[in-house]
């Protein structure tokens, strides 16, 4: 039984939406449900699951549509007005001016000195937002994704002429002047500068600084585009100008993946120029050449982090070596208990929802345990074929497209990887699990409440199974990281501190259980 | 190259999208506001870059184009019959409200409002015989907007009807509107009962002879002070006319006591004034008539010059592009209903009266009218967040239409068509609903949001005839 409504030209972004079918889909006799902005694409999307009906075929783009599929006609409808209530909802306000300005001219008149825009509507119609919020003098973060490379281009040289910070398209997080902004940690402040074109990286590196009693005085974000060589860095570089320029800072951090070797020139001569020590980590490649004497290249993102905890407390930077030193000597000792426990070698899958996770995963993984595969391989030569359909060692990221197509982004919703935690933790060849959770503003804000029903159902599937994870945030945080890792560990789950610090874990288990069996033949 | 001063200032944010991104901000006591957003109307982003280029050009032009609609001094200095003063007017030409539209695509009540008003011309004997007339070819129908003139819904004007003669002594231009019926079975509303006839022979013989002599007795009457003043009393003078025609009864009434044929005429026509609180809506839609007149013909010029609705279509016009109208399917209005009917007897918006909106009164103005918020959600802040967002799309202020609320800032005026189709926000409209029977009436008023595609339209054509 599935019902349709179609509201001509009523506008709501893609998230609220998905939040709504979300709720729908928890009601009572409610099988499936699509709320959706009625484009192309959308359609194509719920064509797959049946809801595409004749009046949504019909819909233009700027309708919405919602459709039902229920088992009676009374549930069907009972989710229809549940839909309409639940748009028609005023969201109560938080803090700042209580009004919803109109538009963009009103906002500007409501809160005089704004210098700030953060876009986050859908993306065909966010570059052009963008650029009027530049026109009225406004720095910019784009969170916002799927925005064409020329309009970024376009925006960011826009940016520069004005002397405006554009951050994004793709830009996750940023923390400016002590705010978090978007997907972001409640950090200390501090005298580290953080550019970064990855957004879990730029999460991982300050709430691990901020754990480790240092600040963060700016962090930001570039957007994962930039340091391609289309984009040419433009605000990976900026970003590095406004640091070396700032007195708040004294040491700069870069994150970021590999960029291409002609944009890599640029950013190290940027880098020398800059009077002030600097830490990098291009997750996958590294900067081999001798930049300077206070330039300090990092494999992962813990590295890069104590580094710089190091250098802004001037101590040796040598000294983040004997930190994760000796995270590495308690992780072992617990690596021979867990291993011990399993009968045999088998296989890891690590579950993320932070990409650049899986990326310092496959840094980290190979030396200890060979090959391991990926939805989003550092060297494509261990590309998935299927990532519904794993085998050998895996770390998927679950923030793909592949994934998120009409569904929050993991690390707001759990339900795909509670999924597949059960599923994958019930294969036979499954001896360990590798989880990230990130916590902060943006992200989900019961993370335990979400997270602990599918860990509890993995151990009852299988008796061997360890599960590691990392919690990326601070006691500041919404969700208090010290709950959040008591209530993994009364859970049965290994906590490690960094991501980087879970994966060696991980692989450390499954390293000694291979040793343990000898000729289990992992790699034949 | 500049550097960005973003680290030294203090943080104020403008979030766009996700509301959530506040509670992070608003934790650490940075001040942010929520901006609302909503697509464009053109998905032609060539388009909006290519005005965007001549933004100074078309800026200057605008920025003429609303000078001599601000500027206009609309005062009221005679009547007259349609025959005689409007231009173009003919024995067999019927004006109506709207963009141009032939008698098969006409809604019923403007079809009804025709129908009566070949019976009050003497035409036809009765409905049956004024429907096959109507139909026969031999009447000709044409917008009263291109005859200077304006009509509340059906917008009917025929040959000998009185009409209000206002001049806009700033321009010299001239806008007609005949006298307002009143409430329940009218003519405007598509009526054509026995009843309707006879009052507009009273209206035409009685009211008519009282109101010329009063007027040419006090030689013109300012209406656009009565409206600013009328705005400080509580009207949008579009839903609500109660403050301006209490005004403007307060100006005539002891003129017609004065030159009227006897005392009992001169009660009764001043009863009829007093009894009807939308007296003063066709003066309100000519003053705005002959204000956006002087506002045409510029070029470059974006500057919406008239948004009018015919009962099927609603059409538009702009400055910049002479007399093109723009037109999209008009829609059905969000309306309370009087007892008795639903949205399921409503036709389709119909009448001139938007002319007041596009003027920066009406809904552009409802943050002053705080009595008839019922029609917008039921507060006074729902009418005020209406008529903020107008500013959204209006190319200035008004120097003379004031709202208390808003500190006496001046309403939203003058639609500039390329701000409505950036934002999406479109042009918000208090209306009166007619029933789709013609000869039922009204039955019921309240708000529409303009339909997109003409402004869509109108945007296109002129980005795309930018030279």
Redesign the interface.
Known sequence: MIKTIIRK?A?F?S??LMQVAKKLNALDGVIDSAVVMATKENKGIIRASGLLTAEILKAA??DLAIAVNARTICAAEAALKAAEELLDKK?A?????D?????????????A??????????GR?AG??AA??LENG??VML??DNVPVETEVALKREG??????VMGPDCGTAI???????F?N?VRRGNIGIVAASGTGLQEVSALISNEGAGIS?AIGTGSRDVKIEVGAITLL?GL??LA??P?TEVLVIVSKPPHPSILKKITAEIGKIRKPVVAVFLGGEIKEKIKGDFYPAKTLEEAAYKAVCLAKGWKPAKAREIIYDMNLKAGELAKTEAAKKKKARCLRGLFSGGTFVSEAQVILPELIGEVRSNAPLDKKFGLRDSMKLSGHAVIDLGEDEFTVGRPHPMIDFTLRSKMIVSEAAKPEVSVLLLDLVLG??SNLRPLEDITPPITEAFLRNRELSIIASVTGTETD?QTRSKVVKGLEAAGVLVMPSNAGACRLAGEIIRLSGSKARGAGLRS | ???????G????????????????????G???????????LS?E?GL?AKTSRHAARIGRANKKALARVLEARPVLTGMGTALDVIPGMAKDLILHAGPPVTWGRMCGPMRGGIMAALMYEGLAKDPAAAERLAASGKIKYAPCHEHNAVGPMAGIISASMPVFIVKNEAAGNYAYATQNEGLGKVLRYGAYSPEVIERLKWMETVLYPALKAAIEFLGKIDLKAIVAQALHMGDEVHNRNRAATSLFYRAIAPAVIRTARDPETAAKVLDFVNGNDHFFLNLSMALSKASLDAGRGVKDSSLVVAMARNGTDFGVQLSGTGGRWFTGPAPVPDALYFPGYSKADANPDIGDSAITETNGLGGFAIAAAPAIVQFVGGTA?DAV?YT??M??ITAGENNIYKIPYLNFRGTPTGIDVIKAA????LPFIDTGVAHKKAGVGQVGAGVLSAP?EPFARAFEYFARNLK
């Open positions: 030209g506008y972004d998230v609220s783009d700027n969201p306000s938080s803090g700042g001016s009004r919803k300005a109109a538009g963009l001219e009103d906002a500007l008149k409501t809160l000195g704004a210098n700030l825009a953060v876009i986050s509507v859908a119609f052009a937002l009027q919020c406004l720095n969170f916002s520069v002429k004005r002397g405006l910070l400016i002047n002590g705010a978090p902004i978007a972001a409640s700016q900026e100008r406004m320029a700032d708040a503003y943006g919404p | 190259m500049a550097v960005s001063k973003l680290f200032s203090e943080l104020k944010v403008i979030n766009i999208g996700l509301e959530s991104f506040r509670q992070g901000l608003s934790d650490c940075v001040k942010s506001v929520q901006a609302q957003f909503k697509p464009p998905g982003a909006f802040a967040s903020l967002a500013y959204e950036r934002s999406g926000i997109p």
